[in-house]
């Protein structure tokens, strides 16, 4: 599934419509942790701070009108995270998180290499190129979805994410990957570790520094 980006942010807009009265507190409310689900992750601090919120303004006996004040505070935060992802913060963030866990994993890959841990550094260095091609293809390409590993880099070859000799390399290590992550170590080489960690190195640099 591609997230429609441009169809959330028009549904955003909509709620400032809304204010008059137009659109319920509960459909405010649901949209923004639906959107934030979306863009930010479901275990996020922003899906986890709008629930938190929401559930305690019926229980603060200040409010005098609970519905309208959870509509502010909804359109509030869809006004925010509206903002957010029109700028590009949002995927910014994500993918620099992601950037900073996959370089560390790719030095543990590269310390047990040079310990002549062969199976070690295969396996760190299948998941993080599995890591990677699914991460390019939700922050690059919009799929949300879980399909093939294959049919991933597909997608990222066809969304011109993954350039010139990149998808073929990129399919190369497939089997390196089902071999290294299903322990066929008979299969496995260190050159094949060391290939697909300059892979990593290189795509991480492009897109996720």
């Known amino acids: 599934m591609t997230i429609n980006v441009d169809a959330w942010l028009k549904r955003a807009a909509e709620f400032q419509l809304g204010r ?10 649901q949209f923004a942790i639906s959107m934030a689900t979306t863009f930010y992750g479901p275990t996020s601090p922003q899906v986890q701070m709008i629930t938190r919120r929401a559930d305690a303004i019926p229980k603060d006996k200040n ?8 509509y502010e505070f909804s359109y509030g935060c869809i006004k925010n995270m509206a903002a957010e992802i029109s700028a590009g913060l949002v995927q910014n963030i994500r993918l620099g998180i992601a950037g900073e866990i996959l370089a560390d994993l790719i030095g543990l890959a590269r310390d047990a290499l040079n310990s002549k ?9 299948a998941a993080a190129f599995e890591d990677l091609m699914r991460r390019l293809a939700l922050e690059k390409a919009g799929v949300t979805s879980r399909p093939k ?6 997608e990222l070859k066809d969304k011109a994410v993954l350039q010139g000799g990149e998808p073929g390399v990129a399919q190369s290590f497939l089997k390196f990957r089902n071999d290294s992550l299903h322990a066929d170590w008979s299969k496995v080489t260190e050159s094949q570790v ?3 960690l300059g892979l990593l190195d290189t795509l991480i ?3 996720l520094s």
């Open 194 to 196: 060391t290939s697909c």
């Open 205 to 207: 640099v492009k897109h």
């Open 117 to 125: 841990a062969i199976s070690v550094a295969a396996v760190l260095t």
């Open 63 to 70: 409010n005098a009108f609970t519905n309208i004040v959870i």
């Open 20 to 29: 008059g009265g137009n659109a319920s507190a509960g459909e405010a409310l």
């Open 149 to 154: 590993l294959e049919e991933v880099i597909r």
